[in-house]
Nanobody
Framework: QVQLVESGGGLVQAGGSLRLSCAAS????????MGWFRQAPGKEREFVAA????????YYADFVKGRFTISRDNAKNTVFLQMNSLKPEDTAVYYC????????????????WGQGTQVTVSS
């Protein structure tokens, strides 16, 4: 079992940056593939980025490539999402998630989810 708690959301102007963190409980964090997803009002949840258990591989949705960076610190049981050049359309609740599967390019199979953190980008 993994419990996930996101933090770092807030209000930022377009072009600004935010860094989201997701702290995980448990001793097996380093064995999980971690992902970030988001859900905007009235829209379905969508995949943003994923990182392999070791941190050696990452995968991004096309709409964040070059702007967002996912990373992890297995010693601190934490995964991060650095978001730069934010746009109003990035406004959403951002969720981190964990899965046992190793396919970082597959947005399915996430078993554990955090409660989400709100990101609002003003124009």
């Amino acid at each position: 079992q993994v419990q996930l708690v996101e933090s770092g959301g807030g209000l930022v102007q377009a072009g600004g940056s935010l860094r989201l963190s997701c702290a995980a409980s448990g001793r097996t964090f380093s064995t999980y593939t971690m992902g970030w997803f988001r859900q905007a009002p009235g829209k379905e949840r969508e995949f943003v980025a994923a990182i392999s258990s070791s941190g050696g591989s990452t995968y991004y949705a096309d709409f964040v490539k070059g702007r967002f960076t996912i990373s992890r610190d297995n010693a601190k049981n934490t995964v991060f999402l650095q978001m730069n050049s934010l746009k109003p359309e990035d406004t959403a609740v951002y969720y981190c998630a964990a899965k046992r599967g190793f396919r970082i390019d597959d947005s399915r199979g996430y078993d554990y989810w955090g409660q989400g953190t709100q990101v609002t980008v003003s124009s």
